[in-house]
């Protein structure tokens, strides 16, 4: 999810995305693009960070029903057998699939949740997952832009979202807005401190700016969380170099 064409830029080298430190290493440099590495809390992110329309222009110019219906048969067998590991979160609950592309996850959700709703810049994504699945609500807007209530969700399934966007203070501030105390966020997201991952950085297939533009591991994802008010409640582990983590926002809220 990125955001779009609109008056907001994103200032050049504003500091670290995670604890807005001015203290950064190089790290790696991708077709043309610049990584640095936070010295303080030790996120790996794009500097400067791609503006507003240019990440609405990516991705929306792949955006027909084809890119969304490829693989539906395997992406929803995918999407059910993820209900056994979400079930104890999302059941019989209100749930936003945050980033929700072609609606899948949102339909799987839906066979166990009280509400599902899916969240998406992508109008082809959209327009796709309401033709396929028109018993669910699906919102075509950027998440700063959107009118979803506070504390409207009890549980949100964001994955492979958090190192697309290009304001992650903002991001956390919608994500905790939206959730009920109590509630939980369900996290997937590279891990550039996993033990798979390519030695070289730039032969990892994932390392693809500007699509993606800040990278977490355990620890990082951790204190982008905390900083928000949810505490990590369980990892999950995968043998290629990938973060899946369930957060929780304790009962009394954030504060």
Excluded at 65 to 78: C, E, F, I, Q, V
Excluded at 100 to 113: K, Q
Excluded at 204 to 219: E, G, N
């Amino acid at each position: 999810m990125g955001a779009p064409a609109s008056s907001r830029t994103v200032p050049e080298s504003p500091g670290c995305p995670l604890c807005g430190s001015p203290e950064a290493e190089p790290f790696a440099r991708q077709d043309g693009y610049d990584f640095a590495r936070c010295r303080q809390c030790r996120l790996v992110y794009l500097d400067p960070m791609p503006g507003d329309a240019q990440l609405a222009a990516l991705y929306n110019q792949a955006s027909g029903p084809g890119a969304y219906l490829a693989k539906r048969r395997s992406r929803t067998r995918r999407a059910h057998f993820k209900l056994l590991r979400l079930a104890p979160y999302a059941f019989a609950k209100d749930v936003l699939d945050l980033g929700c592309g072609g609606g899948i996850m949102v339909s799987a959700l839906g066979r166990i949740a009280r509400t599902a709703v899916g969240l998406d810049i992508s109008e082809g994504a959209i327009a796709c997952a309401r033709a396929a699945f028109p018993r669910h609500a699906f919102v075509c807007a950027d998440f700063r832009e959107t009118d979803l209530a506070a504390d409207s969700f009890d549980f949100v399934h964001a994955s492979e979202i958090i190192e697309h966007v290009n304001d992650l203070a903002a991001f956390m501030a919608f994500v905790a807005r939206v959730t009920r105390p109590g509630g939980h966020v369900y996290v997937t997201t590279p891990d550039i401190g996993h033990r798979a991952r390519p030695a070289d950085v730039r032969r990892w297939d994932v390392f693809s700016p500007p699509r993606h533009l800040q990278f977490f591991d355990q620890k990082t994802l951790t204190e982008v969380f905390a900083r928000s008010g949810f505490t990590a409640r369980r990892r999950y582990r995968d043998r290629k170099p990938g973060l899946q983590m369930i957060f929780a926002m304790p009962k009394g809220g954030g504060d």
